[in-house]
């Protein structure tokens, strides 16, 4: 889809794309934004010091940006057997059973894609991190601009994730889960903030 048929489909009553979908596309925006600062960066004198981290750092972002508008597709294909499963017949109890191992079975596939979305974008807050003050000041407010569209992919991937497992009956695997993208998204909040502030003060000095 284009990005105009993207946005038209989301806003309408159809079940995909939705929220798993929006926030790839947003932290794929984020990790473009990297890779936009690090190519206007390579080849100036004045930051060759870093031309081979930034070559590094651009072949990273390259491939989780592909990764994350991969997962659009994958969220979409993962939750299509959960609303389907929500259909389901439960009128006895043999139905009544199969209709809930199904919907265990697709809550945990439909968290799937979040998940990876949220490591990527987390992967990607770092990368910018590494970036900031490597590459070039005339870019500085898409550090800003890329670093809070991760910010919001990572916490849009989390309430994706936990619609999803909230509901499964397995006590330990959905505990597992949550401290998991806990430590994962608190951690990325903190360098979300810290690069977002750096980036301000640059920009108001």
Do not use: W
Not at 40 to 55: N, P, Q, R, V
Not at 81 to 103: D, F, G, H, R, V
Not at 113 to 136: D, F, M, N
């Amino acid at each position: 889809m284009t990005y105009f048929e993207f946005v038209e489909k989301l806003s309408s009553k159809s079940p995909t794309p939705g929220g798993g979908g929006a926030s790839s596309l947003v932290g794929a925006i984020g990790v473009a934004l990297c890779s936009m600062v690090c190519n206007l960066t390579i080849g100036k004198k004045k930051y060759e010091e870093y031309e081979s981290e930034i070559l590094e750092i651009l072949e990273k972002t390259n491939k989780l940006q592909n990764r994350l508008l991969e997962l659009i597709k994958e969220d979409e294909e993962n939750f299509l057997p959960l609303s389907k499963a929500y259909s389901l017949k439960a009128n006895t109890e043999e139905e009544k059973k199969i209709k809930e191992e199904t919907m265990q079975n697709c809550l945990k596939l439909a968290s799937k894609a979040p998940l990876e979305v949220l490591k990527i974008s987390y992967e990607a807050i770092k990368l910018h991190e590494r970036i900031l003050g490597k590459t070039t000041i005339l870019a500085i407010s898409d550090i800003g601009v890329g670093i809070s569209s991760l910010r919001a992919s990572l916490l849009s991937a989390k309430l994706n994730i936990l619609i999803n497992i909230n509901s499964l009956k397995d006590e330990d695997y959905k505990q597992q889960i949550k401290n998991e993208i806990d430590e994962i998204v608190n951690d990325g909040i903190k360098i979300c903030d810290r690069v977002y502030d750096e980036v301000l003060s640059i920009i108001n000095k």
